[in-house]
């Protein structure tokens, strides 16, 4: 009986050890692919930024009249 209860507890802890290490791997995975979309939310926002930048160049007054070659003038 003391031997079936040895292969008994030498096969729980091999258990628990496989499950731990597949917990970890799963984790490491996670955390990549999280690192990763953040990493691609932060491109995508720079890029916003820049398309929000040249929409307001365009839609500025002066730049208007910048490339129209009209000096901009105070309304009367």
């Known amino acids: 009986?003391?031997?079936l209860r040895f292969v008994f507890v030498?096969?729980?802890f091999t258990a628990i050890l496989v499950f731990a290490?597949?917990?970890r791997e799963a984790?490491?995975?996670?955390?990549?692919q999280f690192m990763s979309?953040?990493?691609e939310q932060n491109r995508l926002k720079q890029?916003?930024?820049?398309?929000?930048?040249?929409?307001?160049s365009l839609i500025n007054?002066?730049?208007?009249?910048e490339r129209l070659g009209e000096p901009l003038t105070p309304a009367e």
């Open 1 to 3: 009986m003391s031997r």
């Open 10 to 12: 030498v096969s729980y």
């Open 21 to 23: 290490a597949y917990l």
């Open 27 to 32: 984790n490491n995975r996670s955390f990549y």
């Open 37 to 39: 979309l953040r990493a």
């Open 47 to 56: 890029e916003l930024w820049q398309k929000q930048l040249q929409v307001e």
């Open 61 to 65: 007054p002066a730049a208007i009249s």
